[in-house]
């Protein structure tokens, strides 16, 4: 980190659409690896008014493999878990393999989105990214549907926001504070995403409280699958605002128009056949996980709720959290945010609404009628992230500040007692003697 100065890499072409902070992001970190040979960083030779072309798919294999050697290595559980749900072991056993082999699967899902996306052109590829950007959550979601476990689907779409907006930018503003004193990035590309982060409170907010005040679940269904379709062309128009009419706003600023991007570690036909493979084997380990839910809740002792803000959302999450934090570190904190903020802005307009119409299409009562808790929670969590995006700059006390917020978050439902109800704390607990 010390030699950035002495660095030259091939720097990503901005990528334009909601996951276009993400994609660069990667792109960063390969170059940085591609760049450092024997302990020490060499220039890399590059024609003028040419792209670098990829040394091929197996070559290009092998660096996935050797620079991600924990996430291959957890690989293993994918077997584990389908043959544990196969021969009847166990739920807790069931869903604890599942819950690892998943991590990787998202890597994967990922890094193949990211490498077609490549070559698919910018705006097919924006599509793409925006698509398959949250993959993993949609497919736990609609299993957890399917299974009826409606309490725990709603709190992993809560979860996944409060993950991004707080865990994952947490630890890269404190990391990223760390090596550099002050960190910089767009106040106005933070404003937006707070915004639209503000409207996901109002979306979830008005749904809960006009329940809570008329008791009128069906009317209340009715009135979030409405709001669901309004969410998803807002969505739409997100996509359109970033990928054409103000994709400067999301670019970074330290991009430079003479630097050439990176090429893909594959070609389009393996990334897509990774990218259908590793879909399909998620969405059968999703399977497994939500239907070993009941089993692995009564084992444990932790609640629904737990299960579904804290650890759900860790699959999805893992990677992104790992870039997010790589690039912060690198003082590269616009890619960083875009990561964080950007997540928690696509499950908020694209997956919520999205789960809500899955659960339509299915005939089941899924809705945005959320736990007034869990709303309020939302609200101050949102409220802290704009007043702290709001100059621009960042350190590692703020980092701090978040990362408390969410063990904060985290406590609370860690100790709340396991039920059937949605509740949280549905009986009072009596003061201690």
């Keep these: 980190l010390a030699q950035d100065d002495k660095i030259f890499v091939w720097r990503a072409v901005a990528a334009r659409s909601v996951m276009a902070s993400i994609q660069q992001a990667q792109h960063e970190m390969r170059r940085m690896n591609s760049a450092q040979t024997n302990g020490s960083y060499e220039r890399v030779a590059i024609a003028p008014d040419t792209k670098p072309a990829s040394d091929g798919d197996c070559a290009g294999c092998m660096r996935i493999i050797s620079g991600n050697m924990i996430l291959c290595s957890l690989l293993i559980f994918v077997p584990l878990g389908i043959y544990a749900q196969q021969t009847a072991m166990s739920k807790e056993f069931v869903f604890g ?9 998202a890597w994967l899902i990922g890094k193949a989105t990211e490498d077609l996306a490549q070559q698919c052109g910018e705006t097919a590829g924006g599509l793409l990214n925006a698509t398959f950007g949250n993959v993993v959550e949609m497919l736990l979601c609609v299993a957890g549907i399917q299974h009826n476990e409606i309490a725990v689907t709603k709190c992993t779409l809560i979860g ?6 707080l865990l994952v930018m947490g630890c890269a503003f404190l990391l990223g504070g760390c090596f550099h004193k002050e960190q910089s990035f767009s106040k106005l ?31 209340g269904l009715l009135m979030s699958r409405v709001a669901s379709v309004i969410l998803l062309l807002t969505y739409l128009g997100y996509i359109f605002f970033q990928l054409v009419t103000h994709s400067y706003i999301f670019e970074s600023e330290e991009l430079n128009d003479d630097e050439e991007e990176a090429p893909a570690d594959l070609s389009a036909i393996p990334a897509g056949v990774l990218l259908a493979v590793a879909t399909v084997v998620t969405a059968v380990c999703t399977e497994n996980l939500i239907g070993a839910l009941e089993g692995a809740i009564k084992s444990t002792g932790v609640s629904r709720e737990f299960i579904g ?18 690039v912060a570190m690198r003082n590269k904190m616009d890619l960083s945010l875009g990561v964080a903020a950007g997540s928690s802005c696509q499950m908020a307009l694209f997956v ?4 809500v119409i899955a659960g339509w299409c299915m005939d089941k ?9 869990q709303v309020g929670v939302l609200f101050l969590c949102v409220f802290m992230c704009s007043a702290i995006l709001g100059n621009g700059q960042s350190n590692w006390l703020v980092g701090v500040m978040l990362v408390t917020a969410y063990l904060q978050v985290a406590l609370i439902y860690y100790y ?12 009072p607990i009596p003061p201690l003697d």
């Design 97 to 105: 393999f599942n819950f690892m082999g998943i991590i990787p699967l």
């Design 309 to 326: 803000i804290i650890l759900l959302p860790i699959i999805g999450n893992a990677a992104e959290h790992y870039t997010a934090v790589i």
């Design 189 to 219: 590309g933070a404003n937006i995403q707070v915004s639209i982060m503000c409207l996901s409170v109002l979306a979830i907010g008005l749904p809960t409280m006009a329940v809570m005040q008329t008791h009128d679940q069906p009317t």
């Design 365 to 373: 009562p899924m809705d945005l009628d959320f736990q007034p808790f």
């Design 416 to 427: 709340e007692p396991s039920s059937e109800t949605e509740g949280l704390l549905v009986d």
């Design 160 to 165: 996944s926001i409060l993950s991004n907006l």
């Design 352 to 355: 919520a609404p999205f789960t």
